[in-house]
């Protein structure tokens, strides 16, 4: 796929709306639906737009806040279906969320669903997600959606409350039939703050054993804020020969639209490239200003712009504009950017301390 015209995946925030309290919520989640959130028409001309204009559809995944707030929601995942979209979705396991409602969407032709579960018991779960129950009920919910055929996705978001857990965590999805475990590197924007997250030393460990662990089970393993991933499997030789390929990330192969129609580069990245109500999101993805600079490695400063990975990998630029300012920055999560400002390095050493 050629990255530059296409998207493999792209995910929609339908709402901010959730009843959880999650300390690291991308999205600032509120209480109540906005009024100014897209229409069910509104979506269905984004829906024609990818249509008319892309050889390759992109896998559609819809995610919030809690999708499930909405009331016009099958509306929305009939329509994605109906379109030809491989359809996913990512709700909050709420009372909300029943075995019968995942049956439901199964029906309505869903592919997949995806459940965010952040460590192996209700201690670490539960704390990181605010709520309590939450984890038993998201245990019951996976088994429903293997139980209907779809593919179950485990999301797990790995910071400084949830480091430890992590490897019992990788037992817990395997055990749980998984087609996908997602693990998420903690990016310091919306609730997250930079105490929060890992090291570039941290991340590097965490990577290496997310690597090993792939080896060991039959279900894909990826990982969501450090496309260094791909580095440390190229450099073990389980990429495949010649250079490694292009991963998905950041305005390469993937977007994110916002509830208001924003379209951003990633959840994680804070800065629109244009809005669907305005423009055609095709031609923002393609042709915005944004979009086509971070898709160039040789705009990415530091040690990302010298280092042999810049194509297949480049950094993160989420967690570069989230410490610095500057998504084209080197990635400070990359223990070969060299990019961690002195106060910056300082105060993760403090908090690897603790």
């Known amino acids: 796929m050629d990255f530059s015209s296409s998207m493999h995946v792209l995910t929609w925030e339908l709402t901010k709306a959730c009843h959880l309290h999650c300390r690291h919520c991308r999205a600032r989640a509120i209480p109540n639906r906005n009024p100014g959130e897209l229409s069910v028409a509104e979506i269905g001309a984004v829906l024609d737009d ?107 978001s790995v910071s400084r409350f949830t480091l430890g857990g992590l490897k019992a965590m990788g037992e817990l999805a395997a055990d749980l039939q998984v087609s996908s475990w997602e693990v998420f590197f903690v990016i310091p924007t919306g609730r997250a703050s930079i105490k929060s997250s890992l090291s570039a030393a941290e991340i590097e460990e965490t990577l290496n054993y997310l690597v090993e662990y792939q080896q060991q089970v039959k279900f894909r393993v990826t990982a969501v804020g450090a496309p260094h991933y791909l580095r440390i499997q190229h450099r073990l030789g389980l990429t495949g020969d010649g250079p490694p390929r292009q991963s998905v990330r950041e305005a390469r192969g993937f977007a994110f639209i916002d509830h208001l129609g924003e379209v951003f580069p990633s959840g994680y990245l804070p800065l629109s490239g244009g809005n669907v109500r305005d423009k055609s999101l095709v031609e923002i993805y393609r042709d915005s200003e944004l979009f086509r600079s971070l898709r160039e490695p040789s705009n990415f400063k530091g040690g990302c712009g010298s280092c042999e990975y810049s194509l297949a990998c480049g950094g993160s630029r989420a967690r570069a504009y989230a410490v610095f300012g500057d998504s084209l920055a080197a990635d400070p999560g990359c223990v070969l950017s060299g990019s961690e400002l002195p106060a910056v390095r300082e105060e993760l050493r403090l908090i690897s301390s603790f």
Do not use: C, Y
């Open 50 to 156: 990818l249509s008319a204009k892309l050889d390759l559809k992109p896998i559609m995944v819809f995610t919030g806040g809690d999708p499930s707030e909405r009331d016009d929601l099958d509306e929305i995942l009939a329509l994605s279906v109906e379109k030809g979209f491989i359809t996913s979705i990512s709700p909050s396991v709420t009372p909300r969320i029943t075995p019968s409602l995942v049956w439901h969407w199964a029906e309505l032709g869903v592919r997949s669903i995806s459940i965010s579960i952040d460590g192996p018991s209700a201690e670490i779960h539960d704390r990181f997600r605010g709520v309590k129950g939450t984890f038993e009920r998201s245990l019951e919910i996976s088994k429903a959606v293997v139980a209907s055929g779809m593919s179950l996705q485990i999301n797990t």
